[in-house]
């Protein structure tokens, strides 16, 4: 069974940091890639990172390009969010996501195979 575990969310002021942190388990997800989206009520999940673990190469949404990294521990089976510079406008459910093959960097939710259950990150003006 495969499980994705995010933490790390929590309540922030404007221009403060947070990491979140997603432990994948039940298989090693050390060449596929991963990613972060987010949604906020009446939204569509939108992309945020996505990272491929086997040649480093990493994804951003224009939103958050330069203010949030993607990094992955491959020995701790673990994809990471460094949330740089927050604006409100960041506030979200955050949610981490797996594909099960294939090295592309998608930024659409369907291309993803498993998902974990989200960390909410508020961040107040």
């Known amino acids: 069974q495969v499980q994705l575990v995010e933490s790390g969310g929590g309540l922030v002021q404007a221009g403060g940091s947070l990491r979140l942190s997603c432990a994948a388990s039940?298989?090693?997800?050390?060449?596929?890639?991963m990613s972060w989206f987010r949604q906020t009520p009446g939204k569509e999940r939108e992309f945020v990172a996505a990272?491929?673990?086997?040649?480093?190469?990493?994804l951003f949404a224009d939103s958050v390009k330069g203010r949030f990294t993607i990094f992955g521990d491959n020995a701790r089976n673990t994809v990471y969010l460094q949330m740089n510079s927050l604006k409100p406008e960041d506030t979200a459910v955050y949610y981490c996501?797996?594909?099960?093959?294939?090295?592309?960097?998608?930024?659409?939710?369907?291309?993803?195979?498993?998902w974990g259950q989200g960390t909410q990150v508020t961040v107040s003006s």
């Open positions: 996501a797996a594909r099960s093959s294939g090295a592309y960097l998608y930024s659409l939710p369907g291309a993803y195979d498993y």
């Open positions: 039940g298989r090693t997800f050390g060449t596929y890639p």
């Open positions: 990272i491929n673990w086997s040649g480093g190469n990493a």
